[in-house]
């Protein structure tokens, strides 16, 4: 299986401001994504966070107001730019392993986000 | 990925069997049905998933019509810790592995 970690688990931020979400996991995995689930909602998928290349956006995300970058195949940070309310939400780390049963899929705790 | 229908809650007693239902009529040929749970304050987590034949696990077991279009989630003796939402997914797999389109899922409330 894979374990993932993520920082900050929890924050409080102001309008305007931007946050940066760290996802680490303990060994190297192929494939790696960030979800957001707003309040009281289901998971969406926000982008695939591809190693040396740029990530690859769901409709709907756009590359500056959530950058993300994946130096190595154990770590990505998500950016939230210049936050509103809206973008109250956990967000979490998915990341896809095959060293469980078959192609498994593992998420993060997620961070939850307040925007004030 | 196939829409899935689920109903929005269910109510279980300890240690009795439940049983989780889903929709999938369009699902196609080769999507696998995937099964996740989501315990409260925490990330999905993988309960099981299969294709056409029924399969078991540690957590749950997987029963799938003959003509794919429905399958159930069976949780053979339910415990408090198994209250969380349950999503069932369908999913093609290969490249666009990891891109799950989650619904609004059950609420499995159980009672002790």
């Known amino acids: 299986s894979a374990v993932i970690s993520q920082k900050p688990s929890r924050d409080i931020c102001q309008r305007g401001t931007s946050l940066t979400i760290q996802c680490q996991v303990d060994?190297?995995?192929?494939?790696m994504f960030w979800y957001r689930q707003q309040p009281g909602q289901s998971l969406t998928l926000i982008a695939t966070?591809?190693?040396?290349?740029?990530?690859?956006?769901e409709s709907g995300f756009v590359i500056d107001k959530f950058p993300i970058s994946r130096p190595n195949l154990t770590f990505s940070t998500l950016t939230v730019s210049n936050m509103s309310p809206e973008d109250s939400s956990i967000y979490l780390c998915?990341?896809?392993?095959?060293?469980?049963?078959?192609?498994?899929?593992?998420f993060g705790p997620g961070t939850r986000l307040l925007v004030l | 990925d196939a829409k899935t229908t689920q109903p929005n809650s269910m109510e279980s007693n300890e240690e009795e069997p439940v049983h989780l239902p889903c929709n999938h009529s369009?699902?196609?040929?080769?999507?696998?049905i995937h099964w996740y749970r989501q315990l409260p304050s925490q990330g999905p987590e993988y309960v099981i998933h299969?294709?056409?034949s029924n399969v078991n696990n540690r957590m749950a077991s997987l029963a799938i019509a003959e003509d794919r279009k429905s399958s159930t989630l069976i949780l053979h003796r339910a415990t408090l810790r198994d209250a969380a939402v349950y999503y069932c997914?369908?999913?093609?797999?290969?490249?666009?592995?990891?891109?799950?389109?989650f619904g609004q899922g059950t609420i499995l409330t159980v009672h002790p």
């Open positions: 060994s190297q995995v192929t494939m």
């Open positions: 998915s990341v896809v392993s095959s060293s469980g049963p078959g192609e498994t899929q593992y």
């Open positions: 966070a591809n190693q040396g290349s740029e990530a690859t956006y």
């Open positions: 369009t699902i196609s040929g080769t999507d696998y």
């Open positions: 997914i369908t999913h093609a797999g290969g490249t666009s592995y990891g891109k799950l389109t």
């Open positions: 299969g294709l056409t």
